[in-house]
């Protein structure tokens, strides 16, 4: 994701990694502006699905991956799962590509920054 902080002024400095301001406005260093016009922040999704009733430890989860890798390992059932819990984590796949970051925030604009999450 990238942010543009153009020409914001803070009343404080900002020590925030995505946002920091540092350079001070005016002589009287009542204010600041951004150390950069443009802040990149990158994100990794990853998926795990474990199973409740098997082994504890590693062979009752599928590993952490994306969401692709997370279905070709499911496909050969490594955790175990049984015919109802095949078909929960197949409804919960249908949605998870709309549960990512990009559909938190896309079409927000600015609003993106608030935290608060509208389904489209």
Partial sequence: ?????????????????????????????????????LGLLACAEQYQICNPNAVTGPAGCTLLT???????ELSSNTVGLNFYQEYTVIRIQDHVSWMNIFQAVSGRGAAALNGKFFPP
Avoid: K, R
């Fill in 66 to 72: 994306g969401e692709l890798p997370l279905l070709w």
């Fill in 1 to 37: 994701m990238m942010l543009n902080q153009n020409t914001m002024g803070y009343t404080v400095v900002s020590d925030d990694p995505w946002m920091p301001a540092h350079e001070p406005i005016d002589d009287q260093n009542s204010s600041y502006i951004g150390d950069s016009y």
